[in-house]
C-alpha cells in the first residue's frame, strides 16, 4: 500500500509539475522523473515485503523541496531565440578539446609510469593489470603524482566540454576517440566510475546546451539516449568480468551467476540500502558537510578520504552494497531537516542557473557552469554527492575557465 501511495502522490506532483513549465529538461521535472522510475521499477523487483518506505518517504519529500523554486518562478517569460553557444568560434572549440583531451593520453602515461606497467602488458594483459592495480587500490596501495592529479581532472573536463559544444563539435572524432580511451582508463583501473562519471558529465554539458538554445528531447534522441545507456550497461558488465576475472580461470554458468549478482547489486541494492539505513539511523553528532563535500574537506586535510563515502555494508538477501545513495550523506551531514534544507537551497541556486541559461540573451558562463554541476548531482545522486570528489569540482573550473576564455577570443 505505501509503494501506491509513494508513486501515485509523486505521479501527481510531477504533472503538476509539468503543467507549470512543459520543459522535461528542467532540473526540478529530471531530478523527480529521475527517482520516480527508480522507485516505480526497483520496488517491485527487490520484492514489496523488503521495504521500510521512510527512506522513500524522505526522497519523495526532497524532491518536492527542490521543485518550489521552479514553482513560484515567473510567468510570461519569452525565451531567447539566439542559439548559443554556436555563435562561438568551432576551431578555437576544437583546440581546446584537442588539448584537453591530450590530458586523458597524459593520465594513461602515468597510471603506466606509477605502477610500471609495460606496454605489452597495458595492450594485451589488461585482465591481470586491473585485477592487480584494483587489489592495490582497496588496500590503500593507490598512487598519485601532480601529473596524474592533473591529468585526472582534464579527462574529466573533456566530456563536460564536448558535451557542451556538441552541436558545434561537427566532426565527433574527437568526442569518440576521447571516449574510446576514458574507457581504457577505466577498464585499465578495474572501475566502473571513471566511464559512468564521464558519460554523466558529458550528458549534464548536453542538457546545459539544449537548454541554452531552447531545444527539446525528440524522437531521435531519446532513442538514441537508450542504446547509449545499453551500451553503457555493456560496459559495466564488461568491467566488472574485467575486474573480478582478470588472469583467473573461470565457467561459463560462474560467470553468468556472478554477473547477476553483482549487477542486481549496482542497479537496485542503493536505493534499498537507503530505505533501510533512514529506518534504523541513530541521532548522532552531524558532519556539517563532510560526506557532502568530501572533496573540499578531504583536500584541506579535515577528513580522510577511504575507498568510498561509507564503509558499513547493508545485507538483505543476497543484496548487499556500500553505497546509500546522496540522501545518507546530507542526512549524515546535516540532520533529515537540515537535508530537506539543503535540497531547498539547491533548488533555488538551480532555479536561478536554469532561468538564467534559458532566458538570457548573452552568454552565462558562471550560470552554465551552476546548472551543468546541478544536472551532474540529479545524476550522481544515486551513488552520492558529487561533490565529494576534488578532480569533479576542479573539473567545473576548469569548464568555466575554458568558457570564459572561449567567448572572449571568439567575441561573443
Not at 301 to 326: K, Q
Amino acid at each position: 500500500m505505501e509503494y501506491f501511495i509513494i508513486s501515485g502522490l509523486l505521479t501527481a506532483f510531477l504533472f503538476y509539475c509539468y503543467k507549470k513549465d512543459n520543459y522535461l529538461l528542467a532540473p526540478n521535472q529530471l531530478m523527480g522523473w529521475y527517482w520516480f522510475f527508480q522507485i516505480l521499477i526497483i520496488v517491485p523487483l527487490c520484492g514489496f515485503s523488503i521495504w521500510e518506505y521512510t527512506g522513500l518517504g524522505y526522497i519523495v519529500a526532497c524532491m518536492v523541496v527542490f521543485s518550489i523554486p521552479f514553482l513560484i518562478s515567473n510567468k510570461g517569460v519569452v525565451p531567447s531565440s539566439i542559439q548559443l553557444p554556436g555563435r562561438c568560434s568551432p576551431s578555437l572549440v576544437k583546440c581546446i578539446a584537442l588539448i584537453t583531451g591530450l590530458g586523458i593520453v597524459v593520465h594513461i602515461v602515468s597510471i603506466f609510469q606509477m605502477y610500471e606497467i609495460t606496454l605489452s602488458e597495458g595492450a594485451f594483459h589488461i585482465g591481470a593489470v586491473s585485477d592487480r592495480l584494483y587489489d592495490m587500490k582497496f588496500h590503500g596501495e593507490e598512487k598519485s603524482t601532480l601529473w596524474s592529479r592533473i591529468s585526472l581532472i582534464l579527462l574529466y573536463s573533456f566530456p563536460l566540454l564536448t558535451g557542451y559544444y556538441y552541436q558545434i563539435l561537427k566532426n565527433k572524432c574527437l568526442t569518440l576517440v576521447g571516449f574510446a580511451l576514458i574507457l581504457y582508463v577505466s577498464l585499465l583501473l578495474g572501475t566502473k566510475a571513471v566511464f559512468m562519471t564521464s558519460c554523466i558529465l558529458w550528458i549534464a554539458g548536453w542538457i546545459a546546451s539544449s537548454i541554452e538554445q531552447n531545444k527539446r528531447i525528440d524522437k531521435k534522441v531519446f532513442f538514441n539516449s537508450v542504446i547509449y545507456g545499453g551500451f553503457l550497461i555493456f560496459i559495466l558488465i564488461t568491467g566488472l568480468f574485467i575486474r573480478i576475472y582478470g588472469g583467473r580461470n573461470f565457467t561459463v554458468e560462474l560467470a553468468l551467476k556472478s554477473v547477476h549478482n553483482i549487477f542486481a547489486n549496482y542497479a537496485f541494492a542503493h536505493l534499498l540500502a537507503f530505505d533501510h539505513w533512514f529506518a534504523n539511523f541513530t541521532w548522532e553528532v552531524f558532519t556539517g558537510g563532510q560526506y557532502t563535500f568530501f572533496g573540499i574537506f578531504n583536500t584541506l586535510g579535515l577528513a580522510n578520504r577511504e575507498i568510498g563515502i561509507f564503509r558499513d555494508v547493508l545485507y538483505i538477501g543476497s543484496l548487499h552494497t556500500n553505497v546509500y545513495t546522496v540522501f545518507r550523506s546530507l542526512v549524515t551531514d546535516f540532520s533529515p531537516v537540515g537535508g530537506l534544507l539543503f535540497m531547498a537551497l539547491l533548488g533555488f541556486i538551480a532555479s536561478y542557473a536554469y532561468k538564467k541559461v534559458r532566458f538570457s540573451h548573452e552568454s552565462e558562463p558562471l550560470a552554465v557552469t551552476v546548472l551543468v554541476m546541478i544536472y551532474a548531482f540529479i545524476l550522481w545522486s544515486f551513488v552520492t554527492s558529487v561533490f565529494a570528489y576534488a578532480s569533479y569540482i576542479c573539473a567545473f573550473v576548469y569548464f568555466y575557465l575554458c568558457q570564459k576564455f572561449i567567448i572572449w577570443r571568439s567575441g561573443c
